[in-house]
């Protein structure tokens, strides 16, 4: 097995923020609750769980879009990606990246067949192999 890419440090702040998100959640939650308790109209009630809840929604697709790592074995690709709880693994032939592009905003844009929304890796993790990276499924990178 080849780690192409590993990015624990980032990870680590990334559950803090998540950490951060559902604490945050949890007092519009409770906010919700007086409202009720307190006789406020359903709509101001529905307006401060969605605001709750709104948090939780976008860690959950930025989660499963942010790589923790990514390793090459024999005749697959391990990606690892951030999960709210805990991590995911995927596991899919190199044949399925369908595009690594390096946008300028400093960070690996990488698209797999099957998932609508891209893998996103951070050029400032621990260790980094563009070359490797952009190399996967045979694909040079493609500069935006």
């Known amino acids: 097995m080849t780690?192409?890419?590993?990015n624990r440090a980032r990870a680590k702040?990334?559950?803090l923020s998540i950490l951060g998100a559902v604490v945050w959640s949890i007092?519009?939650?409770?906010?919700?609750?007086?409202?009720?308790?307190?006789?406020?109209?359903?709509?101001?009630?529905?307006?401060?769980?969605?605001?709750?809840?709104l948090p939780l929604v976008v860690?959950?697709?930025y989660c499963n879009a942010y790589v923790v790592r990514l390793a090459r074995e024999d005749d697959e690709v391990a990606i690892t990606t951030l999960g709210l709880i805990g991590n995911?693994?995927?596991?899919?032939?190199?044949?399925?990246?369908?595009?690594?592009?390096?946008?300028?905003?400093?960070g690996i844009i990488v698209r797999v067949a099957g998932r609508?929304?891209?893998?996103?890796?951070?050029?400032?993790?621990?260790?980094?192999?563009?070359?490797?990276?952009s190399a996967l499924g045979g694909r040079e990178s493609k500069k935006d």
């Open 88 to 106: 995911r693994l995927l596991r899919l032939p190199p044949r399925a990246v369908t595009e690594v592009t390096r946008p300028e905003a400093g």
């Open 27 to 53: 007092g519009w939650f409770y906010w919700a609750h007086v409202l009720s308790g307190g006789g406020a109209q359903s709509g101001a009630i529905a307006i401060v769980i969605g605001v709750g809840l």
């Open 59 to 61: 860690l959950h697709f």
């Open 3 to 6: 780690v192409l890419y590993e």
């Open 116 to 133: 609508r929304m891209p893998l996103l890796m951070d050029l400032q993790a621990e260790h980094v192999d563009i070359e490797a990276i």
């Open 13 to 15: 702040r990334a559950r």
